[in-house]
């Protein structure tokens, strides 16, 4: 995949981007007379000088009502027009400086680009209802930037087009504090391109946006190159007021196209979004996250997503809809070596892909999960690591089954010399009590060559199977033998006694002789045989290849189910209402365990003895052996995690020998809580679990070999805002990515909690990123 190129920013800049002179930055503004400027301020006069006998640059003309110097407030058919070319601009000088200048007077000259920058767009007209325009006519550099308070961010307003003619730089340090572009409740945006190159935390941050528009986005973080393995792309959420029903969802979002290449997380993210066009969407590379992830994201068009190498061996796609989405249309994915290349979840109902090309994913090459009214449209998948379509049901109750899925005219192949992908297409029935799966049709699928246990596997009796070229819901080879009645009987080639079956039948070979055969399908008490009957015997066996379909008469009657309602209705969830914004959850700065901690802090101590992950102090256990003991905060501390946070813990083991690490969340007493923890299982052997102690299960369990011995290593939690399900990550000292897993199917109801740990030798820096 060859990347666009970057702008040609010239070779005289200290950045190697633009470099002007200040007439010719004024003259961008449209100033025709520099000499006032060329001293640091233009002293323009926008005073009444219509009686002028000469007309001076700066002067005001009245046109019907409209002032020829803000003629782009004047709507015609409802197309703005501007002047000129800005009303602030930024630029670079030969030495280095950055200025900022509008037509009146200097706004800033100095060595920082954000400030320059920041500086151009607070010099915008208050309050104003039309938009007004900032040109960066030059590249610049951000960070490093150190904590304080906020991370390090160019905030744009309201009524704002801001024009990048450069590059933006990132140089950050440490941990990733920078996020180039931010707007926070704030409408009428415009940005018509923009390059960022280098470490952000995330390009963009847009929350609680309405009416945006972007033209070409372009973002580059440099490969294996992370800062605490975080850094996504653009994301853009309606989350400023809070989550759920709080929230006061982004509308009108507009994106004609975007580059992205080595992102650590998602390139491309929504969540609570109304309304929203995307163009084309190019992810080159991600260490953890989507090409394409809309969450809970309505009303949406994207005419084209390309994946290259996306979370590869991991659970994420090219192009995944999670968290309720519905009416999204995409005309086609592109996915080449990602994990997966198109992946809904979560009911993500009423979408639409109309065509796919995915090669080579580690996963599926299309998972479709718990959503109605899915459809694939056509294109090819091949050489997957799982199946190449699966359509299933999770055990939860808390999203609809998968309903209603369409998939059709895909030709699914594994050309491997060794095939891996077993089925071409699997639909599951799913383990619920109550409605799984329902109501898919495959139809016009090629899947010859596609699966080593078989082309097409069916579990729901609702399934329309039809017109499939290699496979429906039984397919072989089949010998009629001559003289024989009945001529051959292939036995249960369907299971459920209410289905109608179709058959397509050819000859291996022709015989010479007349023939003739009829087929019937005949139940036998559990399941449908077929049977073939001669009509004209020709004298000899002859060999017939046979696909059976299963066309369905669905005419709406019900089928029944349990819906579980008698079962265990478990235990009641405690509410919580922490502040769950990004910061410290705790570091033990206090230098002793404090009391908001209950259970068995006898066990643990707050020390300055090395290693401390952040501060001057880190908890760690008094107890020599391999489990420890329990402690946990449930109220008291400035914060806590919740569900729609991503929030991180560092822990460590004391010895090699005996000990573990750990760290729980989610917790509202001793014995209920999420886990995550490395576990010693043998000599240089550590596990890394993840653990639902409000059911008593682990979830996952891995190895990773040996490890080190006192010194942090990080998990980083990322909740799905329903509570269902979580990304937990490992990382290893130096931020590098161990183990990521994603879990589904979690309690609805479990959406906060306290923290903690059990039994860990070391923990510190407990935080919620974002």
């Given at each position: 995949?060859?990347?666009?190129?970057?702008?040609?920013?010239?070779?005289?800049?200290?950045?190697?981007?633009?470099t002007l002179t200040r007439r010719t930055a004024l003259a961008l503004l449209g100033v025709g007379s520099?000499?006032?400027?060329?001293?640091?301020?233009?002293?323009a006069d926008h005073g009444d000088t219509r009686n002028s006998s000469t007309r001076k640059w700066n002067q005001?003309?009245?046109?019907?009502?409209?002032?020829?110097?803000?003629?782009?407030?004047?709507?015609?058919d409802h197309v703005q027009t501007a002047a000129r070319d800005a009303d602030a601009i930024v630029w670079q000088d030969e030495d280095g400086a950055y200025h900022a200048d509008d037509r009146d007077e200097t706004l800033y000259s100095g060595d920082e680009f954000t400030d320059a920058v920041q500086s151009a767009l607070d010099s915008l007209t208050d309050g104003r209802t039309t938009k007004e325009k900032v040109v960066v006519a030059c590249s610049g550099t951000m960070g490093p930037h150190e904590w304080d308070g906020d991370v390090l961010a160019i905030d744009i307003p309201s009524y704002t087009i801001l024009d990048f003619r450069g590059t933006i730089h990132v140089e950050d340090e440490d941990e990733a504090l920078i996020r180039p572009l931010r707007a926070l409740n704030a409408e009428e945006i415009e940005i018509p391109r923009v390059q960022i190159v280098g470490n952000p935390r995330s390009a963009f941050w847009f929350r609680n946006v309405w009416n945006v528009t972007f033209g070409h986005i372009d973002v580059r973080m440099p490969e294996e190159s992370y800062i605490d393995s975080i850094g996504g792309g653009v994301r853009i959420d309606g989350f400023a007021d809070g989550r759920g029903d709080d929230a006061v969802r982004c509308t009108d979002i507009q994106v004609d196209s975007a580059y992205f290449e080595n992102v650590a997380g998602h390139a491309f993210e929504t969540y609570s979004v109304d309304r929203i066009q995307?163009?084309?969407?190019?992810?080159?590379?991600?260490?953890?996250?989507?090409?394409?992830?809309?969450n809970d994201t309505q009303d949406a068009t994207v005419g084209e997503v390309v994946g290259k190498d996306i979370d590869v061996g991991g659970g994420y796609a090219a192009f995944r809809l999670a968290n309720g989405c519905s009416d999204v249309t995409c005309g086609q994915v592109v996915a080449r070596n990602c994990a997966r290349g198109v992946f809904t979840v979560s009911e993500s109902s009423n979408a639409t892909v109309n065509s796919v090309n995915i090669d080579g994913t580690t996963s599926h090459g299309i998972l479709i999960q718990d959503g109605e009214n899915v459809s694939i449209n056509g294109g090819v998948v091949k050489n997957t690591g799982d199946e190449g379509v699966r359509i299933d049901s999770r055990s939860s109750d808390q999203h609809r089954p998968a309903q209603g899925v369409s998939v059709s005219n895909?030709?699914?192949?594994?050309?491997?010399?060794?095939p891996e992908m077993p089925y071409g297409i699997n639909v599951t029935e799913g383990p619920r009590d109550g409605p799984d799966t329902s109501n898919v049709r495959l139809v016009n699928n090629d899947v010859r060559d596609s699966g080593v246990d078989g082309g097409i596997n069916v579990e729901p009796t609702s399934t329309i199977v039809r017109d499939n070229v290699g496979d429906g819901i039984a397919s072989g080879t089949v010998t009629l033998e001559s003289g024989d009645s009945p001529a051959a009987t292939v036995e249960d080639v369907a299971g459920d006694g209410g289905a109608s079956l179709e058959l397509r039948a050819t000859v291996v070979e022709t015989p010479d002789a007349a023939f003739s055969y009829e087929h019937r399908f005949e139940y036998n008490g559990s399941g449908w045989d077929l049977v073939l009957e001669w009509g004209t015997d020709p004298g000899e066996d002859l060999e017939v290849d046979y696909i059976v379909d299963q066309p369905q008469a669905l005419i709406g009657r019900e089928e029944s189910a349990d819906d579980g309602e008698d079962e265990d209705e478990g235990e009641e969830v405690p509410e919580f209402d922490h502040d769950s914004s990004p910061g410290i959850v705790d570091s033990f700065e206090a230098g002793e365990l404090d009391g908001s901690y209950e259970g068995a802090t006898g066990s643990y101590e707050v020390t300055d003895a090395e290693p401390v992950a952040h501060g001057e102090y880190s908890l760690k256990s008094t107890v020599d052996g391999p489990e420890g003991e329990r402690i946990m905060s449930f109220d008291g501390l400035d914060r806590y995690p919740a569900a729609g946070t991503t929030f991180s813990a560092k822990v460590g083991i004391q010895s090699t020998e005996t000990g573990n690490a750990g760290f729980a969340w989610g917790a509202w007493d001793l014995d209920n809580y999420y886990f995550a923890r490395l576990w010693r299982s043998g000599e240089d052997d550590f596990r890394f679990q993840i653990y639902n102690f409000h059911t008593g299960e682990e979830l996952v369990g891995d190895s990773q070999g040996a490890l080190e011995a006192n010194v942090f290593y990080e998990i980083v939690v990322d909740w799905a805002a329903d509570g269902t399900e979580m990304t937990v990550t490992l990382n290893d000292p130096d931020g590098e990515q161990l183990a990521q897993h994603t879990v589904t199917g979690l309690d609805p109801d479990v959406t906060?909690?306290?923290?903690?740990?059990?039994?860990?030798?070391?923990?510190?820096?407990?935080?919620?990123?974002?």
């Open positions: 995949m060859a990347p666009p190129s970057l702008p040609d920013g010239g070779e005289d800049g200290p950045d190697g981007g633009l520099v000499g006032a400027a060329m001293a640091g301020s233009a002293s005001h003309v009245d046109a019907q009502g409209h002032d020829l110097s803000n003629l782009h407030a004047l709507e015609v995307i163009g084309q969407v190019i992810a080159n590379g991600t260490a953890s996250g989507c090409g394409v992830l809309l895909l030709r699914i192949v594994d050309e491997r010399e060794e906060g909690g306290g923290v903690g740990t059990r039994g860990s030798g070391l923990l510190d820096e407990i935080q919620i990123l974002e």
